[in-house]
């Protein structure tokens, strides 16, 4: 399938530009350190010192961290938005349809996380192996990192197509929406913490369920349901927005 102009666009100004390598130095520069000095720098007193028994733990949830939250800069257009041809044009100009914009949104979405994933992969692989934690599991965890990191990151392309030309606006919404995922969610009930649910995994501990409507939940059921309505929901407003900028 040929890549559309949107995602040719945002190839340009990421990769060929370099207006995205910002959201990769950051990534890198918060990720090393964390990585290095959990292993190598201990506490003032030995019996919390981390260690390497727990290091892979503390990277991965750093990792997550870091890559859905600049999976979601990046779908915002943070980075260099005045380069960018806006939805209006592409939809009644270049007569555009959504599902074309929005394909070439989530190609480049999907590609964007993979790109920092990759990046953070051999420090992960890495404390994977002074773990010792098989290749299966770090295999599943960039599988969750993936999902958590698409499940947000369309929450700024709803963003961009609601507040296209109103750039603060876009910005306070990610920042908060993202907060909200990781604190929110730990407040009403745990397992749908997507950090509480990697522990878990890692440590391999069943979270506690959930007793709703006289039927006991499994915590990774909840959790993976959780999600899928938050990409979907998010799916669901990013094209609406789309449709009302043809209307409009």
Known sequence: MRPGPIFRESLQVH????????????????????????????????????????????????AMILIVYFSLKLANQ????????????????ENLSPTEIAGDHLALLALQILILALLSAPLLVWAGAIARVSAAAIFSVFALIFFYALAVGVW????????ERKLETRQVFVRAFFIATVFVSAAIYLPLNSIAFLLS???????????????????????????????????????CALIKRIES
């Open 15 to 62: 990769l060929v530009e370099g207006h995205g390598f910002a959201a990769y130095f950051y990534l890198m520069i918060f990720l090393t350190p964390v990585v290095f000095l959990t292993l190598f720098l201990p506490s003032l007193e030995a019996q919390v010192w981390i260690g390497p028994a727990q290091v892979f733990k503390v990277s991965v949830v750093a």
């Open 78 to 93: 943070e980075f260099a938005p005045w380069r960018y041809i806006s939805l209006k044009r592409r939809l009644v100009d």
């Open 156 to 163: 700024g392309l709803a963003a961009l197509a609601l507040w």
């Open 201 to 239: 995994f890692l440590e391999e501990k069943e979270l506690a369920r959930l007793i709703l409507l006289g039927i006991n939940w499994p915590a990774s059921a909840v959790h993976f349901t959780f999600h899928a309505l938050l990409l979907g929901a998010g799916l669901w407003i990013y094209r």
